[in-house]
């Protein structure tokens, strides 16, 4: 009997039945499973690691006056924090104050209670530390994010610079906070590039990566700046960009957001008003049948009517105010974008004096990534190029055993395995000099 039950349910619609209600999925196949571990391996791979918090954060509190010194590798003391850090904790500050002093910080999880060492404080985002001194270093150097840079992509086999332009964009919905703004339930930050042609462009995941500062000895920005080649930057390429964030770059991001949130919404509101209902149909129930007991001389001593109509009429209220709550959350609505800066792409054909043409360059790291990739193959590994995405890493090599992905990135033109910790980049602190300064976005 329960083989001939078996035989006749269809398990594919069985399975679809099942995730259609599911308002979260548990239940996973293998495919499903690999796909997300490779996503949640590239997303690690992305994230913001500890080495860059701690680069920012020692480099900003030093030039805000402050000093941390190492005691254990990875493990500093603060003696004394600053009276402006802690001025700008009790303006901003929502949680904890900031301490006089730190006896240790250390930016790794595993790191802050090591055995036999003292307890560190982990500094990460939301520590009111952090904070703090992110806010400050905001307030004194943001105009710099606007007064742009340039940056060299030494890798790049054009001939043409371009313009960056990295922006901020914001989706609220109609549900608000205690300060009675509305919500915002997604922030990201967006890449857009323009060309000398007029193309406009959408880049991913941070495309910094590949740059790097302008050495001494290169031509100077004002140099750069009067080449024919730059002619085309002008004022009106920050509009350019708005207006191709607006049309492209918006929707999309709208679009990713609006599809997860009406999904969810949309589940969650019949699983509310499924438990919702029952309870007060239960309680309505429960209420007549206490009433008839009580005009039949039965009363009860644990309830009566007048307490079980008290609890159908709030489940009731209840559920009104969940469904509003819903509604107001299922108003979703994008932001303006907000262009933050930009930064001039200077590349390797526009500077002088370099021992091998960009092209040159380009071939031999493309056939360094091609032996790198046999060998992968050889060895039974599953490797992809990634080197024109921009991802931080150029390749990506796959153990069809385990399903791991490693991460790859060239080193003196040849990719080499690399860890998470080894991308650490010089500090992000802007500078001060005119290097920096002297070329305003304002003025494109």
Not at 209 to 238: A, H
Not at 305 to 333: H, P
């Amino acid at each position: 009997m329960n083989r001939i039950i078996i035989d006749t349910i269809d398990r594919s619609q069985l399975q679809e039945l099942l995730e259609e209600h599911a308002l979260v999925h548990e239940a996973m196949d293998t495919s499903r499973v690999r796909r997300i571990r490779g996503d949640m391996e590239r997303a690690e791979a992305r994230r913001l690691q500890p080495h860059y918090i701690e680069s920012f954060f020692l480099e900003a509190f030093k030039r805000l006056g402050g000093i941390a010194k190492q005691r254990e590798p990875r493990r500093y003391e603060i003696t004394h924090v600053l009276a402006p850090v802690r001025n700008r904790d009790r303006l901003i500050g929502i949680g904890e104050p900031i301490l006089p002093r730190y006896e240790r910080i250390t930016f790794e999880k595993p790191l802050v209670a090591p055995q036999g060492q003292p307890l560190a404080a982990f500094v990460c985002p939301g520590h009111p530390l952090l904070d703090a001194v992110i806010d400050l270093t905001l307030e004194r150097h943001r105009d710099l994010l606007k007064r742009g840079t340039v940056l060299v992509h030494e890798r790049d086999e054009g001939t043409q610079p371009r313009v960056l332009f990295y922006l901020e964009h914001a989706i609220q919905d109609a549900s608000l906070t205690r300060s009675g703004e509305r919500r915002t339930i997604s922030r990201q930050m967006h890449y857009v590039e323009l060309c000398a042609d007029g193309t406009l462009r959408q880049v991913h995941y941070a495309p910094y990566l590949d740059f790097r500062p302008l050495k001494e000895e290169k031509p100077s920005i004002e140099t750069l700046r009067d080449r024919p080649d730059c002619v085309w930057i002008s004022r009106d390429l920050e509009q350019q960009a708005l207006r191709h964030a607006v049309t492209h770059v918006v929707p999309g991001h709208l679009a990713e957001v609006r599809e997860k949130k009406l999904a969810l919404i949309t589940k969650t509101e019949a699983a509310v008003k499924e438990r919702l209902t029952k309870e007060i149909t239960y309680w309505d129930h429960r209420a007549e049948q206490l009433k008839l007991e009580e005009q039949a001389g039965k009363s009860n001593a644990r309830l009566n009517s007048q307490e079980a109509r008290k609890r159908a009429d709030l489940l009731q209220a209840r559920l009104q105010k969940r469904l509003e709550e819903l509604k107001l959350e299922g108003q979703i609505s994008p932001l303006p974008p907000v262009i933050l800066g930009g930064l001039l792409v200077a590349i390797q054909g526009l500077q002088p004096r370099i021992a091998a043409s960009p092209a040159d360059t380009q071939a031999s790291a493309a056939k360094a990534r091609a032996a790198v990739m046999e060998n992968e193959r050889r060895l039974g590994f599953e490797p992809v190029d990634r080197e024109t995405e921009r991802l931080g890493y150029d390749i990506e090599s796959r153990d069809p055993a385990t399903g791991k992905l490693r991460f790859m990135r060239s080193r003196g033109g040849f990719p080499v395995p690399t860890p998470l910790r080894s991308l650490k980049t010089k500090s992000c602190i802007p500078s001060t000099s005119p290097k920096i300064s002297s070329w305003p976005l304002s003025s494109f």
